[in-house]
């Protein structure tokens, strides 16, 4: 039986993905755990490089993989900080988008169970995989076009068995590609993006909420950067925010934790968090010091007008200054006032 190992989001970082293959068995299957593309400077070559690696790997769909479909499919628009141009014009961009959407949303093998976020606390692996392979049918199926228009939104965002077919399938999108946080009962939080530390009374990270049914699996996910790093017993998570300068990250899949093997690679930091503050939105950024990566990544706290706590302090600490300026001249026009009635 093969190697596997279990690698965390890519977002287009291809000279990453190189060093680490380069450390890795080569006939050792891979496992990928979504957003295969977007954000890194080379998406187009991370997506042909995944899939000239053929049946060696299984990738799971993410957020941005999703996205791409959106884009391509017209039902979306293409954000300020996307790098997906070079995969829709590629010459076999039809070939490349067939690949994508024909990508399983979860997958359960050898006692583990893969998925890009997370799962409700509900679900248990069977049905994770059951309602997976619902919205991959819609995914492969001639319209699939139609099917990604009405699947973008953030309700209903708590499971019910009586859900809608349409419901039932947008609920499965959000907990498996985008889910961070959630409550005792399932209800999704899509606001908070920073660590586990931000959790609260009611909510809480979604593999640490009570009476969760997909504890008797291991189950590997990436999608949350500001997490970093998590390895447990059944918990494996793997996104380290390659993208932002912090690591790749493959972890060798075992029976057992102690014979898991960790190997990370070093990553430049491409993407900058807090330039979607201001007008340079989107734009790649180089930065010489690579561990302020991780910390830029866990000030990722945008909300949905694209702003910043940072940069909020900044506005408020201008606006006084502003204001204790005009008070200032108003003043001298005053006593200037007097002089001049003087």
């Not at 995969?87 to 039809?94: F, G, K, T």
């Not at 679900?123 to 001639?142: C, H, I, K, M, N």
């Not at 319209?143 to 953030?154: A, E, H, I, V, Y």
């Not at 075992?254 to 330039?275: T, Y």
Request: with cysteine.
């Amino acid at each position: 039986m093969r190697d596997i190992y279990a690698i965390g989001d890519l977002q287009g970082c291809q000279t990453s993905f190189e060093q680490l293959l380069e450390r890795l068995p080569q006939d050792a299957d891979l496992w990928l755990a979504g957003d295969l593309i977007n954000r890194g400077p080379r998406s187009l070559d991370t997506l042909r490089q995944v899939i000239a690696l053929g049946e060696r790997v299984t990738a799971v769909l993410g957020n941005h993989d999703l996205h791409l479909l959106a884009v391509a499919a017209g039902v979306r628009q293409a954000h300020g900080s996307d790098t997906l141009d070079d995969i829709l014009n590629a010459p076999d961009r039809d070939a490349l988008i067939d690949w994508v959407r024909r990508q399983p949303l979860a997958h359960l093998a050898r006692g583990h169970l893969m998925v890009h976020a997370g799962v409700l606390p509900q679900w248990d692996a069977e049905q994770v995989v059951s309602l997976a392979r619902d919205v991959e049918t819609q995914l492969r199926g001639d319209d699939w076009k139609t099917f990604l228009s009405r699947m973008f939104g953030n309700q209903p965002d708590q499971w019910q068995p009586d859900l809608s077919d349409e419901d039932r399938r947008r609920l499965t999108i959000n907990a498996l590609t985008r889910m961070r946080f959630c409550s005792a009962d399932g209800r999704i939080d899509f606001k908070i993006k920073e660590g586990a530390d931000a959790s609260t009374e009611t909510l809480k990270p979604w593999f640490d909420a009570p009476g969760r049914r997909t504890a008797g699996v291991t189950m590997i996910f990436g999608h949350w950067s500001a997490l970093g790093l998590v390895m447990r017993d059944n918990i494996l998570g793997l996104d380290t925010g390659c993208v932002w300068g912090g690591k790749l990250t493959a972890v060798k899949l075992a029976d057992s934790p102690a014979g898991r093997e960790l190997i990370q690679i070093d990553c430049p930091q491409i993407r900058d968090p807090l330039a979607f503050a201001d007008k340079k939105r989107g734009k790649m950024k180089t930065a010489d010091k690579a561990e302020d990566a991780l910390k830029a990544a866990k000030a990722e706290k945008l909300d949905k007008f694209g702003k910043v706590e940072k940069a909020a302090r900044k506005l408020e600490k201008a606006a006084k200054a502003d204001k204790a300026d005009k008070a200032e001249k108003a003043d001298k026009g005053d006593k200037g006032s007097k002089r001049k009635a003087q």
